[in-house]
């Protein structure tokens, strides 16, 4: 302890946390989802039966058959081949915004709860932000940035930093008044010391879970943009584009925005309980 | 509590003051000459020279927000681009199709969630505790502008029952009424998850408290317990979330509006972002921050009346 350390403290040990997500059934399944779906991300271009922008007028709104296990839309391209193509994008667009809200939004968290001076500026800021319906304020940003899916990830990405924001704070604030940090600095260690070393390791098990939630709905709120025509621009392959393309064929073939939207629903399912089970893993008292 | 009041008020001031610095900067962070991009690439300069002087955008940034500021203040959001109208006149009936259809959707998603997350919470652990739950949690995660389309699917073209798109008129008219069931129907049903799941678990917590037991204790009758003690603390965080959700309706009702041609707030604003019309696009987004933020105020004074318990200094 002649480094002014102590160790850090509060909150299962990790290996116990571990053992309680890989006995809990469904968060396991939800990883494994993810996991298949990442897998199905990178080998897109070997699994993929056809090129996914290719247009075939000919084989335009086919019905799921054993050619086109999904179907076609109304370009004759095949849908499953979009679907997995379309992977790399959502899940891309999902990791890259809550990237960009949790990056963000803990710095600004973690500065306003160690600093009194920029707390009140930073809190003011996140409340001006947080007058916004997070897809309001994404279509704002989309507004200024003109639609494209790169302006989209960001608009979502900014739309999520509140939240990391808030949750970073509170937690620097609850920490910083522990007996442990009391101990650490009578022990002379500097503040960026105990911020690492005890402020970070025990604010990062709550971030960790929001981040996971956020995905869920970072995916979903990119889809949704792309719906609308303000994310991903024709003829790229996105789920909640592929949706939107399918919305003039509802009646007759409403095959062609189902498997999409299937697609975004099994891997929003799947951060979601992914996410609920890290939170009952790593903060048993948060479970019920 | 006046004082709490007081002060919860002048709160919003600078939340909204904030809110329109970001709407004014909506305008300025547009890569480029926001001027040429309104015109379009080909257009003569003179055109171009005209957006700029008509948007004010050949003033000084200070001078601009203030004169923004001024005239959001006297009620002119400026004038459409496109249709030359006045965003105020142009924002004021789409604004009230929407509250209609956030209303509309916020009343039958509570008159269904309230009573599913009180029997999962009385019959805890039943077979209905944990359909409902795993049914809440799919549909949580159920992308909105599908459901739209699938009630569209089913509703309008299989069954015929119902109108594709479009309003069709008053709420007081049958054909008003008619147009508004498939859009609330599919707004509310994004809500009722997360709804069904708060009413439960604050359930939950209030029936595990002292006073559930004494009330049991002296003999009061179960469905008695439940509504007049329980419920009544229960449904406090419900309160909360109900004001707090309307934040989701109003994104909710971007796409729902969209899906069903509902000619309301959101559907303008995704128009005016595709056809570049800035003034009706600064015009409703701050139009929906105030609503939202004015919401929030309310609920946090309901929260005030409704808790008579929690102090206030």
Known sequence: ?288 | MRVYILRRLALTVPTILGASVLVFLILHLVPGDPAMVIAGPTAPADVVANIRAQLGLDQPVLVQYGRYLASALRGDLGRSILTRREVTSEIGGAFLNTVELVIAARIWSLLVAIPIGVVAAVMRRSAFDRLSMVTALLGLSLPIFWIGLMAIWLFAFKLGWFPISGRGGPLWTIAGLHHLVLPALTLGVIQVPALARLTRSSLLEALAQDYVRTARAKGLAEPFVVAKHALRNALLPVVTVVGLQFAGLLGGAVVTETIFSWPGLGRLAVTAILTRDFPVVQGTILISAVTFVTINLLVDLLYVVLDPRIKYS
């Open chain 1, 1 to 288: 302890m002649a480094d002014g350390s102590l160790p850090a403290a509060s909150g299962p040990p990790r290996a116990d946390a571990w053992r309680r997500l890989r006995r809990d059934g469904t968060s396991m399944a939800g990883a494994g989802c993810l996991l298949a779906l990442v897998l199905v991300a990178c080998l897109a271009p070997v699994l993929a039966p056809y090129d996914p922008i290719k247009v075939a007028m000919r084989e335009r709104l086919q019905g799921p058959s054993a050619r086109h296990l999904l179907g076609t839309d109304q370009f004759g391209r095949d849908i499953l081949s979009r679907i997995m193509y379309g992977a790399r994008i959502s899940l891309a667009v999902g990791l890259i915004a809550v990237g960009i809200g949790l990056g963000v939004g803990a710095t600004l968290g973690l500065v306003a709860g160690f600093s009194r001076r920029l707390d009140y500026p930073i809190v003011a800021l996140m409340d001006v932000l947080l007058s916004f319906p997070q897809i309001l304020l994404a279509i704002a940003i989309v507004a200024a940035l003109g639609p494209g899916i790169f302006n989209a990830m960001i608009a979502v990405g900014i739309g999520a930093v509140p939240g990391f924001t808030r949750l970073a704070r509170s937690s620097m604030l609850s920490i910083r008044e522990r007996d442990y940090v009391e101990s650490a600095r009578a022990l002379g260690a500097t503040s960026a010391r105990i911020v690492a070393r005890h402020v970070l390791p025990n604010a990062l098990a709550p971030l960790i879970v929001v981040a996971t939630l956020s995905l869920a709905g970072a995916i979903l709120a990119a889809a949704i943009l792309s719906f609308l025509g303000l994310g991903a621009q024709p003829p790229m392959a996105e789920w909640g584009a592929m949706a939107a393309d399918g919305r003039g064929f509802i009646a007759q073939h409403p095959h062609i925005a189902t498997f999409p939207s299937l697609a975004i629903f099994v891997v929003v399912l799947a951060s979601n309980l992914l996410g609920d089970g890290l939170r009952d893993a790593l903060d048993p008292r948060l479970d019920e």
